[in-house]
């Protein structure tokens, strides 16, 4: 235990020092221009970029930048349920949540018909569609063993994960006064269209906290798409081979449902029912809320050094063109949906 602990501090501190300096840049600009144009976690990822393309990390600091990329940020996600409660969930409505549920199953069947039309396998096409419709890594990694994927379809959906997953996070934001969306919007706009939960917290915190509460909430609501998702593949792959109904029936039954709804998610839930219930002080707000930023900003710096740009020439054509593709066209979907809720 301990000694797992000792091998992760190099990479922590390296995501630290880039973390301090993304501060540094931030301060800095707040002093000159009395706002920050561009935030610290946007800083932090594009020098960790920088630096992953100047220089590869050896053994001694991959454990610890993967932990602060993803447990790091998952501590980050789960704390922010303290400052939600659920009034705002039932106050999103249900009109909201169908049409978030609607999205997901639209985006499902266009992104595999895309695929499909770029002469991609079956497998690899549910992968991708699932991936880019739900929630990325996470999708791909349930769905996979129930379809019963190969290591190279695999590999293939996630390739292009990390590197477009920056790039929304990133590039998101400058469409608020591009398209002049509330807060409100572009949260609702975050939810639907970036991968994974802990990027919809660092491409909404630019947008101020309302922001980031409804991306959170319309993203959560994306990730629980994935179990029915999950059983209704399971239940289609098992109707495709009658034979191996029973096997296919007992690896779906196999499947953790942490694996289907992560951690950090119950975290995030209990801690939004532990406010919706008054048993978090306003006090605690603002200090949980800091600490959450700090923490994104701590793996935005470890997302950059985790980014090897150079993947994009190991990508296949026509994965790059279903994915990208598949990509867009939910963006485009999106930002027509965003626009009835003002």
């Known amino acids: ?36 144009y561009i935030e610290a976690l946007v800083v932090a990822i594009l020098l960790g970029m920088a630096v ?18 993803k447990q790091l940020l998952e501590v980050a996600v789960m704390l922010l349920g ?45 992968l991708i569609a699932c991936g880019n419709s739900i929630c990325g890594n996470s999708a791909i990694a349930a769905v996979a063993p129930v379809i019963e994927a190969d ?18 996070v990133l590039g998101l934001p400058l469409l608020i006064p591009l398209l002049k969306l509330t807060a409100t919007q572009y949260g609702i706009l975050a939810g639907l269209t970036v991968y994974a939960v802990p990027q919809v917290l660092a491409a909404t ?31 289609f792959v ?10 296919d029936t007992a690896k779906t039954a196999s499947i953790s449902p942490f694996k289907l709804v992560p951690w950090f998610i119950i ?6 029912a532990l ?28 997302l950059g050094l985790g980014v090897d740009v150079r993947v994009l020439s190991t990508v296949g054509g026509r994965v790059t063109a279903a994915v990208t593709l598949s990509l867009m066209l939910l963006l485009a979907l999106s930002i027509g949906l965003v626009h009835f809720f003002k």
């Open 82 to 126: 303290a400052s939600i409660s659920f009034a705002a969930i039932l106050a999103s409505g249900w009109l909201l949540i169908g049409a978030i549920a609607a999205t997901v199953v639209i985006m499902l069947a266009v992104s595999y018909g895309l695929a499909r039309l770029l002469g991609l396998k079956t497998k690899l096409a549910i």
């Open 275 to 302: 406010r919706s219930f008054q048993l978090v002080p306003d006090i605690a707000i603002a200090p949980v809320t800091r600490t959450a930023a700090i923490l994104t900003v701590v793996s935005m710096a470890a």
């Open 238 to 247: 098992a109707r495709r081979r009658k034979g191996a109904a029973k096997e």
């Open 1 to 36: 235990m301990l000694k797992g602990i000792i091998l992760l501090i190099p990479g922590i501190l390296l995501c630290g020092v880039v973390t301090v300096i993304s501060l540094g840049i931030q301060a800095a600009e707040e002093r000159v221009f009395d706002h920050p």
């Open 205 to 235: 915190v630019p947008a101020g906290i309302v922001s980031t509460q409804i991306g959170t909430l319309v993203k959560l609501v994306r990730v629980l798409m994935l179990g029915p998702i999950v059983v209704a593949l399971s239940l």
């Open 52 to 69: 992953r393309t100047a220089w590869e990390p050896s053994e001694r600091w991959r454990s610890g930048i993967a932990f602060s990329a």
């Open 267 to 272: 975290g995030f839930l209990v801690l939004a």
């Open 151 to 168: 290591g190279d379809d695999i590999a293939s959906s996630i390739s292009f994960t990390a590197i477009l997953g920056v790039l929304m």
